[in-house]
């Protein structure tokens, strides 16, 4: 039971420490971490939308741009199947 709380759990944490990264002063992290995000996919819907009302413009431009590339990926993913 405990590693299941784990594993549910453990994207919400990487999409948090993903999140602060679209914060840096790197554009390489920055990418890496849009990467990463798109990867977690719906898992990381939730932190991204409480970014995406951030007050860093940046941030929640590019945590909008995420959840419609998410969105996209979840539409046309079935169709490709």
């Known amino acids: 039971m405990l ?7 453990l994207p919400l944490q ?3 420490e993903l999140i602060q990264k679209l914060q840096s002063d790197k554009a390489g992290e920055r990418d ?3 990467r990463k995000l798109k990867e977690l996919g719906d898992a ?3 932190e991204l939308e409480s970014a995406s009302k951030g007050k860093d413009p ?5 945590a909008r741009a995420l959840l419609r590339a998410i969105e996209i990926r979840r539409k046309l993913t079935p169709k490709l199947l």
Do not use: S
């Open 3 to 9: 590693t299941l709380i784990a594993a549910l759990l």
């Open 14 to 16: 990487d999409a948090r």
């Open 32 to 34: 890496d971490a849009g």
């Open 44 to 46: 990381a819907i939730p």
């Open 58 to 62: 940046e941030v929640a431009a590019r």
